[in-house]
């Protein structure tokens, strides 16, 4: 019933920006009230692997090889999670996923991880970065 849906992926040459979004829809019985949101990635011949998430209270955290260049954020009234990418490099390039974790209490670090396997998944969207 509940579904995410990314959108925004494309492609960038290097040091280029994208903004990806994560709509969330039908959680009538939740009401979208998770612990907390992520974004993960998994490029061609790569396991998937965390780039950054954010719980109910805005606590974040991020994958070292994004720090410092992308930002994630939500809009709670819009169901809606973001993840701002800026000074894209190669090694971007990946399909990008949203995902969502229900629940009152969490490790961000198990989350980004991949510890604990999460309760919602969308499609993806890819991002494609040339040189």
């Known amino acids: 019933q509940v579904q995410l849906v990314e959108s925004g992926g494309g492609s960038v040459q290097s040091g280029g920006s994208l903004r990806l979004s994560c709509a969330a829809s039908g959680d009538n019985y939740y009401n979208y009230n998770w612990f907390a949101m992520a974004w993960f990635r998994q490029a061609p011949g790569k396991q998937r692997e965390g780039v950054a998430v954010?719980?109910?209270?805005?606590?974040?955290k991020f994958a070292d090889f994004v720090k410092g260049r992308f930002t994630i954020s939500q809009d709670n009234a819009e169901h809606t999670l973001y993840l701002q990418m800026n000074r894209l490099q190669a090694e971007d390039t990946a399909m990008y996923y949203c995902?969502?974790?229900?629940?009152?209490?969490?490790?961000?670090?198990?989350?980004?991880?991949?510890?604990?396997?999460?309760?919602?998944w969308g499609k993806g969207t890819l991002v494609t970065i040339s040189s």
């Open positions: 954010i719980d109910r209270d805005g606590n974040t």
């Open positions: 995902a969502a974790r229900r629940g009152s209490a969490g490790s961000l670090w198990q989350i980004i991880t991949g510890y604990y396997g999460m309760d919602y």
